[in-house]
């Protein structure tokens, strides 16, 4: 089992960006919550999918009573519509 700061750590190691996992009420859950499985994924989800899928296929699935937020390198919540490689920019516009 993992804390709730690896498995952030790894997301944003395999898929490339930053995300806030939350409670449902949308409140931050602790850095040094215990408990949550491993992030599985090896290699990021494609350029083409959004933000919305990513939630749905690989988040909400792994980590059922958590909501997640994908937030760009300016710190700002992208939107679901918002493709994957768009956000991925951002990461590589800040460098």
Known sequence: ???VRAVERK???VEGFEVRILHPSGVD???DREGLPQYEHKRALKN???VKSWKLHRFRLRYPGFDVE???AHGQ???GNMLLGT???TYLDDR
Do not use: E, P, Q, Y
Request: include cysteine; charge should be positive; proline fraction near 0%.
């Open 1 to 3: 089992m993992a804390t």
């Open 48 to 50: 083409s999918s959004n």
């Open 70 to 72: 994908v937030v760009d």
């Open 11 to 13: 997301v944003r190691r």
């Open 77 to 79: 919540h992208c939107h």
């Open 29 to 31: 859950v602790r850095g």
């Open 87 to 89: 956000v991925r920019d």
